[in-house]
Nanobody, 125 residues
Framework: QVQLVESGGGLVQAGGSLRLSCAAS????????MGWFRQAPGKEREFVAG????????YYADSVKGRFTISRDSTKNTVYLQMNSLKPEDTAVYYC??????????????????WGQGTQVTVSS
């Protein structure tokens, strides 16, 4: 059983920054593939960023490339999402996720075996 707890959401003006954190339980954290998804009202949950079992393998949705950075600290069992140059369209509930497979380059919701409870990010114009 893996528990994921997000923090760091909030209200920010367009152009601002936020950093989300996700603390994970589990002794094998360094071998997990971890990601962030988001869901805006009335829309499907979508992939934002992912980091594979090796720290230098990262993946991003086109909409956030160059603005968001995913990273992990295995000593703290924590994954981060640094979000810069935020836009109103980034407004959503952001979910931390553990992918079932540690390897691979796809990030679909059906590939996730554990989700966090979500944290709200609101970007005002």
């Amino acid at each position: 059983q893996v528990q994921l707890v997000e923090s760091g959401g909030g209200l920010v003006q367009a152009g601002g920054s936020l950093r989300l954190s996700c603390a994970a339980s589990g002794r094998a954290f360094s071998s997990y593939a971890m990601g962030w998804f988001r869901q805006a009202p009335g829309k499907e949950r979508e992939f934002v960023a992912g980091i594979g079992w090796s720290d230098d393998i990262t993946y991003y949705a086109d909409s956030v490339k160059g603005r968001f950075t995913i990273s992990r600290d295995s000593t703290k069992n924590t994954v981060y999402l640094q979000m810069n140059s935020l836009k109103p369209e980034d407004t959503a509930v952001y979910y931390c996720a553990k992918r079932r497979r540690p390897y691979g380059s796809t990030w679909q919701p059906y590939e996730i075996d554990y989700w966090g409870q979500g944290t709200q990010v609101t970007v005002s114009s």
